[in-house]
């Protein structure tokens, strides 16, 4: 497996970080407490799930949701995996809305449950469910404090652990399992030397035989009714698995169109409340404008105003014009002077002048009046104006407001009516979820069974067979006693056959007694080239000779005189640590049938190593040659001149940064 891409939201002291791996060495780097680990811990649980790394232990405080999206290569074949988890109250579980998986880019039909995923990520890397997350940390990561624990711990713990990591112990089973078949071929040798002692009563040996015969296919017989008892019963339990699966399936469909709905709800009420709120608004925005329309009382109608004004502004216009006209008329009168008047030829005195005059007085301050009374009608009338004006614009937005209104109902009615046939709908599903659970429960029951029923089956038969051949054997062997006395001898070979088999098999018992240290003897030669490939490779000093005991202890030589491990420098014993560990995972690998790592995950591994120790880390870091992508977490500085890819990681005011160097 090689990484390609992370990334972390919500994650620890990461709100938003992204990153992009290469092969090589990636170094990242940065103060304690600053983020660095999380990085190492969100692979682990993106992988492998909360039976890896603790949900809650991940998800960024104060944060409701938290997601890791890992990008790797694995069989030439680009992988996407995505896990969330959510907070509610103080708990924090699986997010299943967070779960994807992506092939070359296709989406994946996954179930959203954490251990569907999980399953999918150990078939993938063929990991077995039970150990993955053991088995990744074996070959792939090591964690703080681990890259010396193993050449540290006491000889006989790790004896054992190895011995765990390669599963010995399944030779003691096979051990105990032929017992049984040793003191069934005692017995038959005893009954076959019991024969031979009493050849010299030949009938007596046949009618025991023949009650013997008789007696085998009366077991034959009872095996017979057992095994189709049996397998009328397994027939039964695989139907009852069938149904339950039918049924299982129908209500895992019904719950997810149930949530589905729920959701669609969920997101409608918010919406009807939005609708709802919205029209109170309005409907009070039109209550208020039809208060104010209802205070302005009765107003004329605006276009006869506008009209009325007008003829009174013409009919001030016209008397001004009158006014003007006499004004010229008196005016002209007085150019002319006293004479003959130029129009009427009458006689024009200065009586007749100051006459006219007061004449044009007396009609001015009539036009006056008449103009000052016109204009307090139109100023009458240009306030009943403004008031049909602001009425009318009032009236006009009230419309506006009813037409929205109108059309703001009309959609929470269309809305209603979605919210009615979804909650009507989710009415008519009957989803059962304690009988969900139990049919579960049920059909993990059933399969247990199922599989008790089967193995009963396949030991009934074998016994069947067993006996079919005892029956066979005895018919035979009666034939021939009765026919001839010498058949005994024949017999008697039989007798050295089984005989022969039951010392080989008790022979074979005691080897595999011991086949722990024969196992462990040809694994210690691969484990112990292993390491000193690795070793020879990555070493920075020659001053002495390592090597791996029979118990897996590492041990060094120096002059050809042993001396301890920790007798060696810093250096020499981290090259010693990261060859035994390198070693450890390649036999790992082969035992569970994995493809060798191709990554290595290395935190804090300065942990224990003194300034000068710490110098050569780069050197042996760079000499493994065996793993083609490495990473590293490290506060030490003095470990980038290993790397390919420098990261620095930095936190400030609780939130992660990583900047690449």
């Known amino acids: 497996m090689i990484l390609k891409r992370i990334k972390l939201e919500n994650i620890r002291s990461h709100v938003n970080t992204e990153l992009e791996f290469d092969e090589g060495i990636t170094v990242f780097t940065g103060k304690t407490g600053c983020g660095k680990s999380t990085i190492l811990m969100s692979i682990e649980y993106v992988l492998f799930g909360s039976n890896a790394v603790s949900s809650r232990a991940l998800l960024r405080r104060g944060a409701d949701k938290g997601r890791i999206v890992l990008e790797f290569e694995e069989g030439g074949k680009k992988y996407i995996i995505s896990r969330g988890f959510k907070r509610k109250g103080d708990k924090v579980s699986s997010d299943p809305d967070a779960i994807e998986v992506y092939v070359d880019g296709v989406k994946q039909d996954i179930v959203g449950r954490e251990n569907d995923l999980t399953e999918f990520v150990c078939k993938v890397l063929n990991y077995p469910v039970s150990s993955a997350k053991n088995l990744f940390e074996v070959t792939s990561y090591t964690k703080q404090d681990e890259i010396r624990k193993l050449i540290e711990m006491k000889s006989s713990e790790r004896q054992e652990y190895i011995d765990?990591?390669?599963?010995?112990?399944?030779?003691?089973?096979?051990?105990?399992?032929?017992?049984?078949?040793?003191?069934?071929?005692?017995?038959?040798?005893?009954?076959?030397?019991?024969?031979?002692?009493?050849?010299?009563?030949?009938?007596?040996?046949?009618?025991?035989?023949?009650?013997?015969?008789?007696?085998?296919?009366?077991?034959?017989?009872?095996?017979?009714?057992?095994?189709?008892?049996?397998?009328?019963?397994?027939?039964?339990?695989?139907?009852?698995?069938?149904?339950?699966?039918?049924?299982?399936?129908?209500?895992?469909?019904?719950?997810?169109?149930?949530?589905?709905?729920?959701?669609?709800?969920?997101?409608?009420?918010?919406?009807?409340?939005?609708?709802?709120?919205?029209?109170?608004?309005?409907?009070?925005?039109?209550?208020?404008?039809?208060?104010?329309?209802?205070?302005?009382?009765?107003?004329?109608?605006?276009?006869?105003?506008?009209d009325v004004i007008g003829i009174l502004r013409g009919k001030i216009s016209s008397l001004e014009q009158n006014k003007e006209n006499l004004a010229l008329e008196v005016k002209k009168l007085k150019e002319v002077g006293e004479g003959k008047c130029p129009v009427c030829k009458q006689d024009i005195t200065s009586d007749h002048i100051n006459k006219v005059e007061e004449e044009y007085k007396n009609k001015s301050k009539k036009l006056d009046k008449e103009i000052q009374k016109l204009?307090?009608?139109?100023?009458?009338?240009?306030?009943?104006?403004?008031?049909?004006e602001k009425k009318e614009r009032i009236s006009s937005e009230l419309k506006e407001k009813e037409v929205l209104l109108s059309s703001l109902k009309e959609r929470l009615n269309q809305t209603l009516e979605e919210r009615n046939a979804l909650e009507s709908e989710a009415q008519k599903i009957s989803f059962d979820s304690d009988r969900f659970e139990s049919l579960d429960k049920e059909i993990k029951e059933l399969s247990s069974k199922k599989l008790d029923l089967t193995s009963q089956v396949s030991s009934i038969k074998r016994e069947l067979e067993m006996v079919n051949d005892e029956v066979k054997e005895l018919e035979e062997e009666i034939k021939l006693k009765k026919e001839r006395y010498k058949d005994l001898e024949k017999e008697g070979k039989n007798i050295k056959k089984l005989e022969r088999l039951l010392e080989v098999l008790t022979r074979m018992r005691e080897d595999i007694r011991s086949i722990r240290d024969v196992v462990r003897k040809k694994f210690l030669n691969?484990?112990?080239?292993?390491?000193?490939?690795?070793?020879?490779?990555?070493?920075?000093?020659?001053?002495?000779?390592?090597?791996?005991?029979?118990?897996?202890?590492?041990?060094?030589?120096?002059?050809?005189?042993?001396?301890?491990?920790?007798?060696?420098?810093?250096?020499?014993?981290?090259?010693?640590?990261?060859?035994?560990?390198?070693?450890?995972?390649?036999?790992?690998?082969?035992?569970?049938?994995?493809?060798?790592?191709?990554?290595?995950?290395?935190?804090?591994?300065?942990?224990?190593?003194?300034?000068?120790d710490i110098k050569q880390l780069p050197v042996i870091l760079r000499n493994i040659k065996t793993i083609p992508q490495i990473l590293i977490v490290t506060h030490e500085d003095v470990l980038k001149e290993a790397a390919d890819n420098k990261y620095e990681i930095s936190k400030t005011n609780g939130t992660s940064e990583v900047i690449k160097v």
Do not use: W
């Not at 039809?290 to 109608?301: A, L, Q």
């Not at 990554?599 to 000068?612: A, V």
């Open 164 to 306: 765990n990591i390669l599963e010995i112990s399944k030779y003691l089973n096979t051990y105990k399992n032929l017992k049984p078949v040793l003191d069934y071929l005692k017995a038959r040798i005893e009954s076959f030397n019991l024969i031979k002692t009493e050849m010299e009563n030949m009938e007596k040996e046949i009618v025991e035989k023949e009650s013997e015969l008789l007696k085998k296919k009366g077991r034959k017989e009872i095996l017979a009714a057992e095994l189709k008892k049996v397998e009328d019963k397994l027939k039964e339990i695989i139907d009852k698995e069938e149904q339950a699966n039918k049924e299982y399936n129908k209500l895992k469909e019904l719950r997810d169109r149930f949530l589905s709905i729920k959701s669609t709800l969920e997101r409608l009420n918010k919406s009807i409340e939005s609708e709802e709120g919205r029209i109170r608004n309005i409907e009070k925005e039109i209550t208020e404008l039809k208060g104010k329309i209802s205070s302005m009382g009765e107003t004329k109608d605006l276009k006869k105003i506008v």
């Open 375 to 388: 204009k307090s009608e139109i100023e009458v009338l240009e306030t009943e104006m403004e008031k049909a």
């Open 526 to 612: 691969d484990f112990r080239q292993s390491f000193l490939n690795n070793f020879e490779d990555i070493r920075t000093e020659n001053e002495y000779v390592v090597d791996i005991k029979d118990d897996y202890e590492p041990v060094a030589y120096g002059n050809n005189v042993e001396v301890p491990i920790d007798h060696l420098s810093g250096g020499e014993r981290t090259c010693v640590a990261i060859a035994y560990r390198l070693a450890l995972a390649k036999i790992a690998a082969e035992m569970s049938s994995i493809h060798p790592s191709e990554l290595l995950i290395l935190d804090e591994p300065t942990t224990g190593l003194d300034k000068e």
